[in-house]
């Protein structure tokens, strides 16, 4: 089964308006962190915004929030105020705390509309 | 936050050469470190995690022989892809965990093409 899916391959907003990214996991442990990550064209991966498993309050980081819904194991980005400079590809990830290892999605491509 | 780099960004290699990439973790001691293949429009994919002084740990399907992995020091690890060829050609991602539930930072890339 897939450890993280993200249904949008691809997404379009207007400048100004918010948007939402989807992101769902699957995991019986416990204890684990998500992630998400922006890649621009020219590939490197930014972090955007980390929520842990145990965290009560849902994660903000300037424009980037993070609605997390652990019952219904989802995890979707919210990016307030699009601006041209966020159309790139957004990968949901998650970290386990049995393991180091990363398991990311398929990514959703985001284009933000002047 | 944490800067990984790596080197180089780019490289073009003949057919049955070798390439070494390095990922070097610029402020910061990484015991563990990742290397990820990208291809185009897709996401990432984990080749092998490297573990200072130890032998790395390679995922199913990644050839051990061919796709060398070193992690020498806690702040350097090297990816050789071996005898190269143009089905090689990638993205190579590293990155690089600080232990606990932090993030991982990943370096900026390396594209290869093998011609």
């Known amino acids: 089964a897939q450890k993280i899916t993200q249904t949008q391959p691809g997404m379009f907003v207007q400048e100004k308006e918010a948007v939402t990214l989807d992101c769902t996991y699957d995991?019986?442990?416990?204890?684990?962190?998500l992630f998400w990550y922006k890649q621009p064209s020219s590939g490197e991966m930014i972090f955007l915004i980390y929520?842990?498993?145990?965290?009560?309050q849902n994660a903000t980081e300037g424009r980037y929030s993070l609605n997390f819904q652990k019952a219904r194991k989802s995890a979707n980005l919210v990016i307030s105020a699009s601006q041209l400079g966020d159309s790139a590809m957004y990968f949901c990830?998650?970290?386990?705390?049995?393991?180091?290892?990363?398991?990311f999605g398929t990514g959703t491509s985001l284009t933000v509309i002047p | 936050g944490a800067v990984v780099s790596q080197h180089p960004s780019r490289v073009i290699c003949k057919s049955g050469t070798s390439v070494k990439i390095e990922c070097r973790s610029l402020?910061?001691?990484?015991?563990?470190m990742f290397w990820y293949r990208q291809f185009p429009k897709k996401s990432l994919m984990l080749m092998a995690t490297?573990?200072?002084?130890?032998?790395?740990?390679?995922e199913q399907g990644v050839e051990k022989d061919k796709f060398l992995i070193n992690h020498a020091s806690l702040t350097l690890s090297t990816l050789t892809v071996t005898s190269a060829h143009p089905e090689d050609s990638s993205f190579y991602i590293c990155?690089?965990?600080?232990?606990?539930?932090?993030?991982?930072?990943f370096g900026p890339g390396t594209r290869l093409t093998v011609t």
């Open positions: 929520q842990g498993s145990y965290d009560q």
């Open positions: 990830a998650m970290r386990e705390v049995a393991g180091n290892q990363f398991y």
């Open positions: 990155s690089a965990a600080i232990p606990g539930m932090g993030e991982q930072y």
């Open positions: 995991t019986s442990d416990p204890s684990y962190g």
């Open positions: 402020d910061f001691q990484a015991t563990t």
């Open positions: 490297s573990n200072e002084g130890s032998k790395a740990t390679y």
